[in-house]
């Protein structure tokens, strides 16, 4: 078996156990764009909105407006930024159809180390958050693996479409420190060579409940 196959396969057994969970849920969605503005050969800036749906569309659950400035390094390999978040949160209360406001604004620092193993591309992300939810101050650590296959690959170019995977776990700093895992598998386009297009189907689960969404997502380089 091929080594693009053994990923495909791994994806596919690790999607398998929220598919299960996924019947107690219920499913959202996430559309998401992702910017990124080369500055120089160093230098880039970062970009991104969420907006999060608790169904197909319509009913916000999260507003995220995201920003920060990175520094690239190791033949590019290696990306270290220093960022910022605001965050509007429409929370339901206990199990009414009513509604509270939650404003966060969130300072952020990352380390990105990108790797190749054969045609995969694997991206390991490091962030550590401080949090301030309204009068609250929280910090927080998060950890992201991923991987990008390419499928179909032509002869004399590169692949239009790719499969994506990734794992996310959030560790809080003080009690519970368990937060969240968030678990993707995807399917990608790219539609030139900075812009690209992804969708796929999330569950995020937490210490006793879960929630599955679906992602689509817009990359972009400028």
Request: net charge positive; charged share 20%.
């Amino acid at each position: 078996m091929t080594l693009q196959k053994c990923v495909a396969a791994l994806i596919i057994l690790l999607m398998l156990p929220f598919f299960s969970v996924a019947q107690d849920s219920n499913l959202g969605n996430w559309l998401i764009y992702f910017g990124n503005k080369q500055l120089n050969q160093k230098w880039n800036l970062h970009h991104e909105v969420q907006y999060r749906n608790y169904n197909a569309i319509g009913d916000l659950e999260q507003l995220l407006l995201r920003t920060g400035l990175g520094y690239t390094f190791n033949e590019s390999k290696n990306n270290v930024l220093l960022g910022y978040g605001y965050i509007l949160s429409e929370n339901y209360i206990n199990n009414t159809d009513n509604k509270t406001s939650v404003n966060e604004h969130r300072i952020y620092q990352q380390f990105i180390s990108k790797q190749t193993i054969g045609s995969v591309s694997l991206s390991h992300r490091y962030r550590f958050e401080q949090r301030f939810v309204e009068s609250d101050f929280k910090m927080r650590f998060r950890y992201f693996l991923s991987a990008k296959v390419p499928l179909c690959k032509p002869e004399n170019g590169n692949s239009k479409f790719y499969l994506s995977a990734y794992n996310e776990i959030f560790l809080n700093t003080k009690t519970s420190i368990f937060d969240r895992n968030r678990l993707y598998g995807g399917l990608g386009y790219n539609l030139s060579k900075n812009v690209r297009v992804e969708a796929g189907y999330m569950n995020q689960f937490f210490e006793t409940t879960s929630r599955d969404q679906i992602n689509v997502m817009t990359f972009v380089n400028f």
